[in-house]
């Protein structure tokens, strides 16, 4: 068991923060330098290499015919729903069960002190987060993706775009493998940004927030409008390769559970923890108006002013900038 206060601090709630301050992504970490190096392990693994291998498997297993899918029907997109249904079930229901049902670690690195299953609330259905938060994940959400994968492949078989660009022009498909997890986090800044703005945020984005404390199932738990406008981007894809349109639509749900695992480290055995790098996404749960990015790649929210590095420092210039907000809204209504 590893001792969580050797890396951070917890209140009288129980709630635990890391001692050290969220860094800014390895690229532009140091003013002098630019450690690529650092940026491109952390981009590879584990999170795209692990979207990658999935994106592959589905591809050579799940995906049907070029003659079968020419036609709309339910033979091949039930069984790709299915397919598409019971992996994210296991990527986000298997951080759930581990660390929400069985508890492994306890509390040990955990930034809220409580469990959601700890505090019913009737802004959730059935009163209770997790079963709100899996029923939007996994009966809106996932048919949503599955919807958008099934009309990208049937335009792939009816003539949009090749699978044979991965080998007619395999170092542009490569770039276009580091590029679209750069262009998610980019878009999702500006998106979610918007989301942010009062009118769609109470219609939409509100639903994802009522998860102050998120879990796995959170990752998810949208307005069907919301998701739509998570995974719009693929589209730019289609004319050009399906591999590329399904890889795309995996890395923005896979990566989606990033932000909400709810732990600061994975207890792998008694001496090793992996970072899960989840902090900045859970100021933002907590915060609402901060860190709308994870900042993994490029500093956006520091470029924009929304940066909190989780130190008191970040606190007070958040603070200050909500104060400045307050006041500009007090003098448009006055």
Known sequence: MIDDLQY???NKRGDWKPSSPIALPPLVRSKRTINLAGWLLSFVWPWNLITLGLTVLLWSLATPSIKTMQTLSLGWIVPLFFT??????AWFGGWEFVLYRKRVQQRRFKYNGTFPSDKPAAYFWFNDQNIDNFIRSMFISVPIMVAMEVCALWLFANGWGSIEFVTEHPILFALL???IPVLHEAYFF?????MHWEP????????HHNSINPSPWTSMSNHPIETVLQFLPFVIWIPLCPFLALYHLNTVALSSVLGHIGFEKIEINEKTAWSTHAYPHYLHHKHFDVNYCDDGY???DRWFGTWH???AEGEQLMQERF??????KNSRTA
């Open 298 to 300: 490029l500093p956006w």
């Open 84 to 89: 598409n249904w019971l992996a994210l079930f």
């Open 309 to 311: 590095d989780g130190t």
């Open 200 to 207: 769609f945020y109470q219609w939409c984005h509100s639903i």
């Open 190 to 194: 500006f998106v979610h940004w918007f």
């Open 177 to 179: 493998l580091v590029f």
């Open 8 to 10: 951070g601090t917890r």
């Open 323 to 328: 104060k400045t907000k307050a006041a500009r």
